[in-house]
């Protein structure tokens, strides 16, 4: 089952890896914040934008940071040291679910808007699986 612990962990980081390079090299704020927003990115004066666009990369680094902070975790997982999982599943809570719940809230808000809910809940159910699985032997 370690194999599988592996895998899940690594596909959470990778995913985490891609939203994070997403948002750092964004140049405008996603679809779904137009869509809550009721209003195009060309529509806001040009102060906003850069606050958006830095609340944006900051967003995406803390991602990037969350990913490889389990990509490096991967390492004593594969040696079986039990405080890695521990860790990953404390870091993924701690990170992708405020994300979750801000994405659900804006869901909320405008209901067409497409917020990335899926891919939350995708890296946690992985991460989830990873952690269970790592105890099962």
């Excluded at 958006?52 to 967003?59: E, F, R, S, Y």
């Excluded at 680094?61 to 990913?67: A, E």
């Excluded at 040696?79 to 990953?88: N, V």
């Excluded at 808007?113 to 699986?129: E, G, H, I, M, S």
């Amino acid at each position: 089952m370690q194999t599988l612990s592996l895998v899940a962990f690594g596909l959470a980081a990778l995913l985490a890896l891609a939203f994070g390079v997403r948002y750092v090299f964004t140049r405008e704020f996603m679809p779904y914040h137009a869509t809550v927003l009721g209003k195009p990115w060309a529509a806001l004066e040009p102060r906003l934008q850069s606050i958006i666009l830095g609340m944006l990369k900051v967003a995406g680094g803390g991602l990037l940071g969350y990913g490889v902070a389990l990509l490096w975790l991967l390492l004593p997982l594969q040696r079986g040291e039990a405080w890695a999982a521990w860790a990953a599943l404390t870091v993924s809570l701690v990170v992708v679910v405020p994300i979750l719940f801000t994405v659900v809230w804006l869901r909320r808000i405008e209901p067409a808007a497409k917020t990335p809910v899926a891919p939350c809940v995708a890296v946690l159910a992985l991460v989830l699986a990873g952690t269970a699985s790592f105890f099962v032997r």
